[in-house]
């Protein structure tokens, strides 16, 4: 397996399927769905390959601080929800919003990302794009068009330098 070493200003990770697992969660809260609205097919919906749901966004701050906190990850002094940007995922903007709000240009950054639609995002921001085979196929994450793909954060290392990251990458 190659292994590259590159340096960016900035780091911009998505939170879940990257830094968190929410998929109990997320399957549980289907399944009370489908419980509660039984005319409904949650599995069509879900089995679709473009539900629009891949970027389901904490609104509640407070289970999104706990849910970091339970992974032992410190809130970072920048972060962009949801409800920051008027087009989410696959759209650019919560990708140059992050950006802009670290203060460095979108090529000088690389994202970390599980979703095809947040490697997309990331690839329109004009930033690298690391994707992680941890939420979907290799298939989809590889027609996404990420610059590096990876199985997982144990294949990638990340140091501070004077002059921001050094992030050497094994890929797959």
């Known amino acids: 397996m190659p292994t590259i070493t590159l340096n960016f200003d900035a780091i911009l990770f998505d939170m879940d399927g990257t830094l968190i697992d929410s998929t109990a969660g997320v399957v549980g809260a289907w399944e009370l769905f489908s419980k509660q609205y039984p005319w409904i097919d949650v599995h069509d919906i879900l089995s ?3 539900p629009g749901l891949g970027d389901l966004h904490v609104r509640d701050t407070s289970l999104r601080d706990r849910a970091l906190a339970s992974v032992g990850i410190d809130l970072p002094e920048v972060s962009v929800y949801a409800e920051d940007v008027e087009k989410g995922k ?3 903007d919560p990708y140059l919003l992050g950006a802009k709000r670290c203060g460095v240009k979108p090529e000088n950054c690389l994202v970390v990302e599980d979703a095809p639609a947040g490697v997309r995002s ?3 921001a004009g930033c690298k ?4 085979l ?3 196929s290799r298939e989809a994450v ?3 068009q990420p610059d590096y793909i990876i199985n997982n954060l144990a294949d990638v290392s990340m140091k501070l330098t004077d ?3 050094s992030v050497t990458i094994t890929t797959v």
């Not at 794009?129 to 992680?132: E, Y």
């Open 90 to 92: 696959p759209q650019p």
């Open 163 to 165: 002059s921001g990251v």
């Open 142 to 144: 590889e027609a996404a």
């Open 48 to 50: 679709s390959p473009e």
């Open 122 to 124: 990331g690839n329109a």
């Open 129 to 132: 794009t690391l994707a992680l």
């Open 134 to 136: 941890t939420s979907h």
